[in-house]
C-alpha cells in the first residue's frame, strides 16, 4: 500500500462508485442532423495510432501538416493557422478574447442562436456589444452591414456564414473590403459550413475565421480549424490589455504553432486529435476543394427533390439564402415533429433532428456533411420521413 505523508491519514477505500466495468458499447448511428456526422473510418483509425510526446519532432510535423491542410481549407497564404484544443466554440472563444478589447465595439449580425452566443460571449469580455438582429430564416444585406459598420465604427464585424439553427447561408461577397475601409476586422463562424460552401479568406478579405471538426470535414468533435490575417495578428500584438484568457491567448498559442519562429511549450496538444485532423486535411485535398463543395450541393438538391414531393416545405423561403449543410423543413400544421425523429432512430438509425433556439418546435434539421453527404443517406432519410409522415396520416399509402 502507498504510504501517506506527514500529517496524512489512510482509510479503507470506499468501492461504492467503482466503475465503469467491461467494455464500452456504443450503439451504430447514421448522424444526418446538424453535428457531429459520422466520421470517416480512416479518421477513427488514425485516432488509435500510437500516441507521440506533444513536442516530439514527429508530432510537430503532423501539427506543420494540419497547418498546411487549413491554409488550402481556408483559401489562404497567411501562415496564422491552427487548430484550437477545444470544440467549435473554443474557436469562437480564441476570436473573441483575442480580437477584442474591454470597451470596445463589436458588432453581432444575429440571425440564430450562434448570434447570440457570440453576443453573450462578447459581452462577458467587456465588449460595447451592437446586435443586429435579423428574422429567422433571413440573411442581411451588404447595405445594412455597411450602414452599421459606417455609423458604429466597430473594432470587429461578427457574421455566421452558416447558420445551423434556421439553416441560412450568410453572403459574404465585398464585406472584407468594406470592412478594411473602416478599420474593422471581419469575423465568420463556419463551424457547419467550412469544407461545404465557397470560401476564400484572403480573396474575400476575411480577417479571422473558426470552425469545428465534426462537420463537413468528417472527424470526431474535439478541435476548432482557426485562420487569422495579417491584420488580424497586428491587432492582437497592438493589444493594450492582455488576452483574458490564458489557455486561449493566441500570442502564446501560436508561438506552440512555430507562428512566430522557435516553438514554445504551451499546453498539451490533443495528439490523437490532431492525428484525426491531419487525416481530415489530407481526405480534403485528396477529394479537392471545388469537388466536395459541388458533392454537398448535390445531395443538398436530392433532398429537396424527395422532400418537395412529399409536400414538405423548406423554412428559409429564398433559396439563394438557404444552406446546404444543414437544411431546415417546415414541420406541417398538425404533425408531431418529435414522432417522426424517434421513428428514424428507433426503426432507421438515423438522426433527424428538431430546432434549435428561434425555430425550436417549427423545423426539422437535416445535415448532410461530409462523410455523410453522400446519395445513399439522403435516401435513407427520404425513407425515414416518408414512413413517419404516412403513420401520421400526412401521407397516403
Known sequence: ??????????????????????????????????????????????????????????????????????RYLFQTDSPYTLCVSGTGHAGMEACIANLVEPGETVIVGNKGIWGERVCDMADRFGANVVELKKEAGKTFSFEELKEAVEKHKPAVLFLCQGESSTGVHQALGGLGEMCKKNGTLLLVDTVCSLGGVPIYADKWGIDAIYSGSQKCLSAPPGGAPLFLSPRAIEKIKARKTKVRSYYLDLNLVGKYWGWFGDRMYHHTGMVSMQYAMREALALVADEGMEQMWARHDAVHKQLWEGLSAMGLEPFVKDPKDRLCTVNTIKVPEGVDWAAVCKLAMDKYSVEIAGGLGPTAGQVWRVGLMGYNAHPENVALVLDAFRDGLTQQGFLKN
Open 1 to 70: 500500500m502507498s504510504q501517506a505523508r506527514p500529517g496524512e491519514d489512510m482509510f479503507p477505500i470506499d468501492d461504492k462508485h467503482k466503475g465503469p466495468t467491461g467494455v464500452i458499447d456504443v450503439p451504430k448511428r447514421i448522424l444526418m442532423g446538424p453535428g457531429p456526422a459520422n466520421a470517416d473510418p480512416r479518421i477513427l483509425a488514425a485516432q488509435s495510432l500510437p500516441l507521440l510526446g506533444h513536442m516530439h519532432p514527429p508530432f510537430l510535423k503532423i501539427m506543420d501538416e494540419v497547418q498546411q491542410g487549413l
